[in-house]
């Protein structure tokens, strides 16, 4: 029986790597009935100025899954992240980024695993902020200052870092779950404790706990300036990190350019009931329309949907295929060649001719 899948193109460059993805996903023989929905910069006109409508989030919810290709988000300006109100409104608490080395990319690292589970709801980017000079931003000094606080200048914007026990718990029981569902030996929760003790503090207290609960797992834990050394230093001795969102989203760029770029760095959201995977990097609308930019972070991602899907032979296969390709170094993009002028460099969709080529089915 065909999945039903709800299909968001993107803006940008999303549409040539959602359509190349597609094409590879068919060619694994798993059946799919795709509901393609519009969200983005693209489609705002349409919506009245909305970059996200109601029915993609209605279609999610009612399929469960869906594959997003990346969608603008302007910075200082317009609309806030689509893909952060995607979260918020689905609540998809868990973000897992995979990060792992293939043969044949050139990286100063070799053997790379990494899962990256990082909290997708609290934090900074909550979203919790007061511009400067507002009256909301002058009362909130004011009442720092009344209670005990000290601001060195008054003219401050201010963002407000919730993190609560509740989100805490459930993205550190995601984290051990995903690690036990997937063969993994380590937890490391990251945080900034020493200094945040009431937030950082309470993350760190609180994944403790759970990790006395789950003591099948090894578990340990790193300060966040610490882990980025240790990651450049000794990757091996990590496995699956579980970060606070900002933490979270930083460290996963740190672990993708680790293993070759954002062009390889795959991603996957996951609620309760519902899962949007999508690729890490951004549209590059610049790039729009030049069959030109690297597609395997979306077919990764994609990799990782028929994993959820339980299609588990179809996605090893897909990541052989993928691995091999990468291997072999021919039908690769630009960003994949020794120079990024290199005239062999090919295109996103000839780069999924390459891959289905792989899976031994006819272009």
């Known amino acids: 029986m065909a999945h039903k899948v709800v299909l968001i193109p993107g803006d940008g460059t999303g549409p040539e790597l959602t359509d190349a993805t597609r094409r590879v996903l068919e060619a694994t023989g798993v059946e ?5 929905r519009e969200a983005g910069a693209d489609v705002m006109d349409k919506h009245g100025g909305n970059p996200l409508p109601p ?9 469960g899954v869906a594959l997003k290709g990346p969608i603008t988000t302007p ?22 980024r995979p990060c792992k080395t293939y043969p044949g990319v050139r990286t100063r690292f070799d053997n790379v695993d990494l899962i990256v589970v990082r909290e997708n709801t609290e934090d900074l980017y909550a979203g919790i902020e007061y511009e ?26 201010i963002s407000i870092k919730p993190i609560s026990v509740s989100g805490t ?28 003790k009431f937030t950082d503090g309470l993350y760190l207290r609180v994944a403790r706990e ?32 579980v970060l606070p969102n900002l933490y979270g989203d930083v460290l996963s760029d740190l672990c993708a350019g680790m293993i070759g770029g954002l062009g390889l760095a795959p991603g996957a959201n996951y609620g309760e009931n519902v899962a949007v995977f999508e690729p890490t990097h951004g549209s590059a609308p610049k790039y729009a329309g030049q069959n030109k930019v690297n597609p395997m972070a ?16 179809a996605a090893d296969n897909l990541e052989s295929a993928i691995a091999a390709v990468i291997s072999d170094g021919r039908d690769v993009t630009y960003d994949m060649k020794p120079t990024r002028d290199d005239p062999t460099a090919v295109g996103t969709s000839e780069v999924a001719d390459a891959i289905i080529g792989k899976l031994g089915v006819r272009v």
């Open 298 to 313: 979306q077919m990764l991602s994609g990799m990782l949907m028929l994993r959820h899907l339980d299609e588990r032979e």
């Open 75 to 96: 910075i200082g300006g317009g609309f806030r992240s689509v893909n952060v109100a995607l979260r918020k409104e689905l609540d998809m608490y868990a973000q897992v």
């Open 169 to 196: 718990r459930r993205i550190v029981e995601f984290a051990f779950d995903y690690a036990r569902r997937n063969g993994r030996r380590k937890v490391t929760a990251v945080h900034k404790a020493n200094i945040m």
């Open 210 to 241: 759970v990790a006395d609960e789950n003591s099948d797992i090894e578990f340990d834990d790193r300060i966040v300036d610490n882990m980025c050394m240790q990651l450049v230093q000794r990757p091996e001795e990590y496995d699956v990190l």
């Open 32 to 36: 799919f009935d795709w509901d393609i």
């Open 55 to 63: 029915d993609v989030l209605d279609a999610i919810r009612e399929t």
């Open 132 to 157: 400067e000079g507002t009256e909301a931003a002058q009362e909130l000094i004011h009442w720092i200052e009344q209670h005990g606080g000290r601001l060195r200048h008054a003219d401050a914007g």
